[in-house]
């Protein structure tokens, strides 16, 4: 089952702008894994130091071996100090829904 897998953090001020590149040159990294479908980032549009990232993948394993990865680690070493407050990763399973 496909999950999407949404990551919140919120960035320093004045830190921003580094922290989003970085954050698209992690996605570009991620892109050739096993299991990665897509993948955006948003930021908040009242608080533009409140960054989601949104990534699809085919199954929970896929992301949990990103996830636990030594690439993956190395990334988020580089970006914590970019950070005022811990990230929050919530994994949601993507479910079908019919029309009745």
């Not at 999950?3 to 004045?14: A, D, L």
């Not at 590149?21 to 996605?27: A, I, K």
């Not at 894994?33 to 549009?45: D, I, Q, R, V």
Request: hydrophobic share 35%; net charge negative.
């Amino acid at each position: 089952m496909a999950v999407r897998i949404f990551i919140k953090r919120h960035i320093k001020e004045g830190q921003v702008e580094k922290t989003i590149q970085l954050l698209s040159e992690f996605r570009k990294s991620a892109m050739d894994k096993p299991g990665f479908l897509s993948g955006e980032t948003l930021a908040n549009h009242y608080d533009a130091k409140s960054v989601t990232v949104i990534s699809t993948w085919q199954s929970v394993e896929d992301w949990i071996r990103w996830q636990e990865s030594e690439e993956r680690a190395s990334n988020e070493t580089r970006i914590e100090n970019l950070l005022d407050r811990p990230t929050v990763y919530e994994v949601y399973d993507i479910v079908s829904s019919s029309r009745q």
